[in-house]
C-alpha cells in the first residue's frame, strides 16, 4: 500500500498518517482488530476499534481500486491504446466511478449501432458535424453514401453519424459526471403497481403509486420496493427532470444554431434517452441499493450487538422448556456448567390429567436436580406454559424466565448440534439451546447464523458478503470484549476469539478432551499448530480461572505479566495480593514502568485490569415479567398499558415483545413525545420498557404500540433553518415539491457513490 493511500485514508478519517501506517502494518502482519485496539495502543494512538475497522475496511477498497487501475493499464497497453496521457489521467483517478468513467472509451464492446457506423467509415462526417462549422450537412453527407457499404441515402448517412455522436456524448466523461450529479440530486425514485397485480401483492401496496425523491429516499423502503419488483409486483425507476439533463448535455456539445447544431442536438437527445440515462439510471439503482445496505447491515449489526451482549444469568442450574400443545412441553435438565443432564416430554396444556402428572413432574425434576431457574421459551404455547409453571408453588428460590428462542430450532438442525447431541433428536437439542441462551446468550449465540437469530430488517435482500463480514466483525468484537474461559468453551465460541479459527478452536476442544483442563496460558502452546503468532493474538482473550498464574483469569496479556510483577515485587507482595489490595494498586505509578515496548496507555489498562481481573463487562441479569392474563393477541385492546422487552429495531421504529406470541411495533413517531431521529437513540435490544396498545389488526397479526406520555400524539420537532432539508413522508404518489435539493457536496448519497 503507497504511502499516498496512507495519508488519504488519514485525511479521510481524521487520523495522523502515523496511525494508519502502524495500523495497516499491523493488519499486514495478521493482528486482527480487537488485538490491535486492546494491546497494541502504543502503535496506533490508542485507535478503538471502530477507528481500526475504518482504517482496514479502507484499505481493502484502495486495495481493490489498484487492482482494476492495473487491470485497466494492462488491457489497454496490450492493445496499443495507452498513452502518456491516458496513463497519467488512470493514474489519479481516486475512485472506482472516476476510473470506469475514464476506461469507458476503451473497453471492448458488444456490436453497437456507432461501431456499424464506423464500419461504413461514417466516423469523419461525425467529426466534421461536431465541429458545427457553418454549412449545410446534407452536402457533407452526399460523398459517404456507398450502397456497397450500406450508406443507401444522405439521410442514413446523417442518421450513423448521428449514432457516433451519440455514442460520444455517452462516453464522455464531463457529460457522465454532471449527468451523474443530476440524478443524485433530483432523481425521483418511481415505484408503480405492475396491472392486474393489486390483489396478489397488496402487502406492497403502498408503494403501487409512490413517488419520492432517491438522494432521501430510506433504506428500509429502497429494500422493499426492490423486493417487490423481483417479485414481479412493482416496477421501479429513478429519472430525473428529462428537460433538465438534455439542457445540460445541450449546453456541453450544442454550439451555435447552424444545420449541424441540430444534426448534434439530436444525436444528444438520441444519446440520452437510449444510453447515458439507462447507464446513469442502473449505476444510481446499484448506488441506492449499496447505500440501503449500509443502513440496513449497520442496524442489523448493532442489534446484534446488543443482543449477543446481553445480560447473562451466569452459571445455574436450569430447568429448560421448549412449550408445544399437542406434541407437549420438551424438558430438558441441565448443569450449573449447561451440561445436559436429563430430558423428557410433558404435556401441561393438554388435559387436565395430563396437566396434573406434568406438575408431579417438574416438581420431582426441580428437587432431583436441583433447579434455581426455570426456563421457558416464549414461542407458541411459551405463555400458558409460563403460566402453568407459576400456579405450581414451585420454591420462591426458583426464578421463572421467559427466554427469547429466535434461532433454536435452526441450531437444533445445525452441524454443531448435531456434533454435540448425535443421540439426541432436534426438540430436545432445542430445549438445551433455550437453557444455555439465558445462561450465556453470548456462547449459545454464537453456534447460530447471525442471520437466523431474529434481529435485523431485509437481511435477505442485502449484500450477503458485506452482510457476513459486518456481522462476523460484530461477533469478534463480543466474544473478544467479554473474553472466553478455554476449559469449558465450544469450539464456535472459540473460533471467533482474535487469531483462531474453527481449526485452532477444534484442536484446542481436542488437546483439552485428551490431556484435561488447561492450566495455564502458556500450555495453549502445546496445542497442535497453535504457534507464537496464533498464540500472541489470542492469549489475552482466553481466561483461565484457578490457573497456575492469577493473571491467567484476567485481560491482562501474557507478554504484560513481567511488568505486573515487577509491580509487585517494587510493592513488597505477590501478584495475588496486588489483585487484592486496592491500595497497593494506588501506590503503583505507572510512568515508573514505560519503557520502549510497553507505554502509558497500555499500563493504564493494566491498573484497571487489576482492579477486576476478569469481570464480565456485561450489566447483571433481570428477568421481565409480563402482564398476566394477557397471553394472546385477541386479549389486547387500545388503552392497555404493559410491560414490554424491545426484540427488534429499524430504521422505522422498534418491535415490543409484550408476551402474546406476537411482537408489537412501536414506531418511531411513537417513540418519544419529543422527535426522535432514529429508534436507536430511544431504545436498545433487550430494553425493559412500558408500552401502551394503539390498535390491534387480528387479521393481519399486527399490534401497534406507543412509548409516548401522551400516546398518539405528534411529537414536537426540532426547529430547523429555513430552507433546511424537510424529512416528512410523502403522501399518495406526490414528490416533495417544497424540499430544498441537497447542495451535491452535502449529499450522503453523492458521497457515498463518490467513495466507491
Not at 479502507?58 to 495507452?82: H, M
Not at 403497481?193 to 428500509?220: C, L, M, Q, R, T
Not at 448440534?417 to 443421540?423: L, M, V
Request: charged share 30%; proline share 6%.
Amino acid at each position: 500500500m503507497s504511502v499516498s493511500h496512507h495519508e488519504q485514508i488519514a485525511s479521510e478519517l481524521h487520523l495522523s498518517p502515523a496511525q494508519v501506517r502502524a495500523t495497516a502494518q499491523l493488519i499486514e502482519e495478521g493482528a486482527t482488530v480487537p488485538f490491535i485496539a486492546r494491546y497494541r495502543k502504543e502503535l496506533t494512538g490508542s485507535l478503538d476499534e471502530v477507528a481500526v475497522t475504518a482504517v482496514r475496511d479502507r484499505l481493502t477498497q484502495l486495495r481493490e481500486l489498484d487492482e482494476r487501475r492495473a487491470v485497466i493499464l494492462k488491457s489497454l497497453s496490450e492493445r496499443n491504446l495507452l498513452t502518456d496521457e491516458i496513463e497519467g489521467k488512470i493514474a489519479a483517478a481516486e475512485t472506482m466511478t472516476v476510473l470506469e468513467d475514464i476506461y469507458l472509451p476503451f473497453r471492448p464492446k458488444r456490436r453497437t449501432r456507432a461501431a456499424v457506423a464506423r464500419e461504413k467509415g461514417l466516423a469523419p462526417l461525425a467529426l466534421q458535424i461536431m465541429a458545427q462549422d457553418d454549412g449545410d450537412p446534407a452536402a457533407w453527407a452526399a460523398p459517404f453514401v456507398d450502397p456497397e457499404k450500406g450508406v443507401a441515402s444522405v439521410e442514413e448517412a446523417l442518421a450513423g453519424a448521428r449514432d457516433i455522436i451519440a455514442e460520444t456524448v455517452n462516453e464522455d466523461r464531463e457529460a457522465r459526471e454532471r449527468i451523474r450529479a443530476l440524478f443524485f440530486e433530483k432523481g425521483v425514485l418511481r415505484s408503480r403497481v405492475i396491472p392486474e397485480k393489486e390483489a396478489e401483492g397488496i402487502k406492497y401496496k403502498d408503494y403501487f403509486n409512490w413517488d419520492e425523491p432517491v438522494s432521501s429516499a430510506p433504506s428500509h423502503r429502497v429494500l422493499a420496493i426492490r423486493r417487490g419488483e423481483r417479485e414481479l409486483f412493482l416496477t421501479f425507476h429513478i429519472t430525473p427532470p428529462e428537460e433538465e439533463a438534455l439542457a445540460v448535455l445541450e449546453a456541453l456539445f450544442v454550439r451555435g444554431n447552424t444545420g449541424s447544431s441540430e444534426q448534434v442536438r439530436i444525436a444528444v437527445h438520441d444519446g440520452y434517452k437510449r444510453l447515458l440515462a439507462p447507464s446513469m439510471e442502473t449505476e444510481i439503482r446499484l448506488a441506492a441499493k449499496q447505500r440501503a445496505d449500509e443502513t440496513a447491515i449497520r442496524v442489523f449489526a448493532e442489534n446484534l450487538r446488543q443482543l449477543l451482549l446481553a445480560p447473562p444469568l451466569g452459571q445455574k442450574a436450569v430447568l429448560a422448556i421448549d412449550p408445544g400443545f399437542r406434541t407437549g412441553c420438551k424438558v430438558a435438565c441441565l448443569d450449573r456448567q449447561g451440561k445436559l443432564l436429563h430430558h423428557e416430554t410433558i404435556y401441561p396444556l393438554l388435559s387436565e390429567n395430563a396437566r396434573g402428572e406434568a406438575a408431579t413432574r417438574v416438581r420431582e425434576l426441580c428437587s432431583r436436580f436441583c433447579v434455581e431457574v426455570a426456563a421457558v421459551g416464549n414461542g407458541t404455547g411459551g405463555r400458558e406454559t409460563e403460566a402453568f409453571l407459576r400456579s405450581l408453588g414451585l420454591p420462591r428460590e426458583i426464578q421463572i424466565a421467559m427466554v427469547n428462542e429466535s434461532g433454536a430450532s435452526v441450531y437444533s438442525a445445525s452441524e454443531a448440534a448435531r456434533r454435540e447431541f448425535p443421540d439426541h433428536d432436534l426438540t430436545v437439542r432445542g430445549a438445551v439451546s433455550i437453557g444455555r441462551r439465558l445462561m450465556d446468550p453470548l456462547a449459545e449465540l454464537v453456534k447460530i447464523d447471525p442471520k437466523s437469530i431474529g434481529v435485523g430488517q431485509y437481511q435477505h435482500d442485502v449484500d450477503q458478503g458485506e452482510l457476513k463480514r459486518c456481522l462476523d466483525d460484530v461477533v469478534v468484537s463480543c466474544v473478544n470484549a467479554v473474553g472466553v474461559e478455554v476449559n469449558t468453551a465450544s469450539p464456535e465460541l472459540l473460533s471467533y476469539v482474535s487469531g483462531l479459527g474453527p481449526s485452532l478452536a477444534e484442536n484446542i476442544v481436542r488437546h483439552r478432551n485428551e490431556s484435561g483442563p488447561f492450566g495455564s496460558r502458556a500450555e495453549l502452546k502445546k496445542v497442535h499448530r497453535l504457534g507464537p503468532k496464533a498464540f500472541e493474538q489470542a492469549a489475552g482473550f482466553l481466561r483461565i480461572r484457578g490457573g497456575s498464574h492469577p493473571l491467567d483469569a484476567s485481560a491482562v496479556h501474557p507478554e504484560s505479566y513481567a511488568v505486573v510483577e515487577e509491580m509487585a515485587r517494587n510493592q513488597a507482595c505477590s501478584v495475588a495480593d496486588l489483585i487484592r489490595d486496592a491500595e497497593r494498586r494506588q501506590r503503583i505509578d505507572p510512568a515508573r514502568y514505560v519503557t520502549d515496548k510497553i507505554g502509558l496507555p497500555t499500563l493504564r489498562d493494566i491498573l484497571e485490569e487489576l482492579a477486576k481481573p476478569g469481570r464480565d463487562p456485561r450489566p447483571q441479569f433481570e428477568g421481565v415479567s409480563f402482564t398476566e392474563g394477557v397471553e394472546k393477541i385477541a386479549d389486547l385492546t387500545p388503552g392497555m398499558k404493559l410491560p414490554g422487552v424491545v426484540t427488534n429495531i429499524t430504521a422505522f421504529g422498534a418491535f415490543v415483545d409484550i408476551g402474546v406470541h406476537q411482537d408489537g411495533l412501536v414506531h418511531v413517531s411513537e417513540m418519544s413525545d419529543a422527535f426522535v431521529k432514529s429508534p436507536g437513540d430511544v431504545v436498545k435490544v433487550n430494553q425493559k420498557v412500558e408500552v401502551t396498545v394503539l390498535a390491534v389488526d387480528l387479521p393481519r397479526k399486527r399490534i401497534s404500540l406507543s412509548m409516548k406520555k401522551f400516546p398518539g400524539q405528534k411529537p414536537d420537532r426540532p426547529s430547523r433553518p429555513e430552507g433546511g432539508d424537510r424529512r416528512e413522508r410523502p403522501r399518495g404518489g406526490e414528490a416533495r415539491r417544497e424540499r430544498k435539493d441537497p447542495a451535491p457536496f452535502n449529499n450522503p448519497f453523492a458521497e457515498a457513490f463518490r467513495r466507491k
